[in-house]
């Protein structure tokens, strides 16, 4: 693959070993898609912040970045960590576990990046423009970008998205390409779905049986930025769809002409698919410990939301309803004065963590009700999980 | 003793690697599925679960699961549990990423399917120009 004098140098080690290794890194995931070279990119979101993930030897590679002084070339931000910088004692966590956290933040902070941690960063300082190349990880955040904001990426490792951060440079293949962004399945939405759940369903369904897709969808064309958000998250969980277009809403879907969608298999979904996922994704459970929302990190409008439901009803001692989002949103809706009312009665809302990411296994917790079908994916293996709507968690937290 | 020689494309490492093959059919998560203090793969149901990936030239068709799976091949690299060197069918961005900085020797798209050909036991020799010498064990 053909690289500048610049990436050559950093190839070489001229710059140090940490961005000869970034280089190298990307220079064998472009020769393996045969990418021709490389591209600059205008923004990084870097995913594996959490100590429960990187584990120690991925704290002490961090921290050789680090200690040869390395500084990202470009905006980046990173994806939610194991805790609550504050709140991680309320909850149960170890102080061994937020010491290492609070190591690998600092690490981060030493080379640049936002330490804003949130798989939404979108919504917090990190919005790329249609059109621009960027490396993103998070697959929830990674189809948002190309999807919603029409920009350009890959479904990137939080290693390769690093090694982007760091280079300024990620391999030009795959979704940079304008040729590899057409639909390859045009999906028919048959029934309207009624809450976020529903949506989120939907992309799980599409996600599940075509893993490897472009969707193309019509009939949601009324979907909320909530909704997008939510839909991508689902295919992204259950499939590797990093892609999808939405008719009459996102950026790009008016460019393909009604030549290419006819080219596109064709596929109907309604509600028996919808209902079916939900089915599949739950275990029976009547009365849960705790209910977790805010996978993806919810926005203001569904914080909102919650305070909203709640209407100054009191969370049950024996439940526990924790609400995930990034610390910027929490700090709006602090000063709107929603998490008052949330947290007066008995609700939590955590920052810059979440459910997926923290070591909350062993805090006497089981049962589970959310409203998120890649959380439920997630954390099946270590939860009994049951999927339910916002306002059926809700009403289960108050009895 | 057989010996084949195949072709295939080099993606990581320098010099010449030789070591027994540890062969499956089965794609390999090594977040969660395999232990990286020790190299034993611990997935349910994986038709290699209890076997050692450490210092073995481990054949499989492709990774799989979370990309996490990157920090795990860079943690047993440090832990020395590593195997010797991948042979993929067709590898993925998971397992290019953690052998790149890991420095595991990483093979792919060899002429035939290298998880029919090799079987578990074979001693393999890998050059750096993506040769592959199989020395079958009968």
């Keep these: 693959m053909y690289l500048t004098r610049e990436e050559e140098k950093m190839l070489d080690g001229e710059y140090g070993e940490s961005y000869s290794k970034c280089m190298r890194l990307l220079v064998t995931v472009g020769e393996m898609f045969e990418a021709k070279r490389m591209v600059k990119v205008k923004s990084c979101h870097v995913s594996g912040v959490s100590y429960k993930n990187i584990d120690e030897p991925g704290l002490k590679l961090l921290k050789s970045f680090f200690e040869e002084g390395v500084r990202v070339r470009v905006k980046s931000t990173l994806n939610p960590m194991g805790m609550d910088r504050e709140k991680w004692k309320l909850i149960g966590l170890n102080k061994n576990f937020a010491l290492k956290q609070l190591e690998i933040l600092k690490i981060f902070g030493g080379m640049g990046f936002n330490l804003t941690c949130s798989c939404i960063p979108y919504l917090v300082g990190n919005k790329p423009k249609t059109g621009d190349h960027v490396a993103w990880a998070e697959s929830s955040a990674t189809i948002y ?35 590899n962004r057409k639909p390859t399945i045009h999906v028919k939405v048959e029934y309207k779905p009624s809450n976020l759940l529903e949506i989120g369903a939907l992309g799980y369904f599409i996600g599940k049986n075509f893993p490897e897709s472009i969707p193309y969808f019509s009939g949601l064309d009324w979907l909320s930025m909530d909704g997008l958000k939510v839909l991508g998250s689902g295919m992204a969980s259950s499939g590797a769809i990093a892609l999808y277009h939405v008719k009459n809403l996102t950026p790009e879907a008016a460019k393909f002409s009604s030549k290419e969608l006819k080219e596109a298999e064709k596929f109907k979904v309604g509600l028996e698919e919808i209902k079916k ?13 705790a209910v977790f929302l805010g996978c993806p990190h919810y926005s203001l409008n ?8 709640m209407k100054k009803r009191r969370v049950k001692a024996k439940r526990k309803l924790w609400i995930f989002t990034s610390k910027k949103v929490y700090e709006e809706a602090k000063k709107i004065g929603y998490v008052n009312l949330i947290e ?40 009994k999980v049951t999927l339910k709507s916002l306002t059926q968690c809700l009403e289960a937290v108050f009895s | 003793m057989t010996t084949l020689k195949l072709k295939g494309r080099k993606l990581v490492g ?13 794609p390999i998560s090594f977040f969660g599925g395999v232990n990286p203090k020790t190299g034993i793969i611990v997935e349910k149901n994986h038709e290699l679960k209890g076997k050692c990936v450490k210092r073995k030239i481990l054949v499989f068709p492709f990774g799989k ?20 060197a991948i042979i993929n069918q067709k590898t993925d961005t998971i397992i290019a990423v953690g052998c790149a900085l890991a420095n595991i020797p990483l093979i792919d798209k060899l002429e035939k399917n290298p998880t029919k050909i090799i079987k578990t036991g074979d001693w393999i020799k890998i050059f750096p120009d993506g040769l592959v010498e199989v020395k079958k064990k009968n």
């Design chain 2, 14 to 26: 320098e010099g010449r690697v030789e070591g027994k093959a540890l062969v499956t059919q089965q």
């Design chain 1, 277 to 289: 996922t939900i089915q599949d994704l739950s275990e029976e459970n009547s009365q849960p410990d």
């Design chain 1, 302 to 309: 569904q914080i909102r939301d919650v305070m909203l439901y």
């Design chain 2, 65 to 84: 699961g979370s990309s996490v799976g990157s920090y795990v091949l860079y943690a047993m690299a440090t832990y020395g549990t590593a195997p010797l």
């Design chain 1, 344 to 383: 007066k009665f008995g609700g939590l809302i955590l920052n810059d963590t979440c459910m997926v990411v923290s070591p909350i296994e062993n805090l006497g917790i089981n049962s589970i009700y959310t409203d998120s079908c890649k959380a439920a994916h997630y954390m099946a293996g270590n939860f």
């Design chain 1, 145 to 179: 970008a190309n999807s919603v904001l029409g920009a350009k990426t890959n479904r990137e490792s939080g290693l390769s998205a690093l090694a982007s951060a760091l280079t300024g440079r990620t391999p030009l293949y795959g979704y940079h390409l304008e040729e």
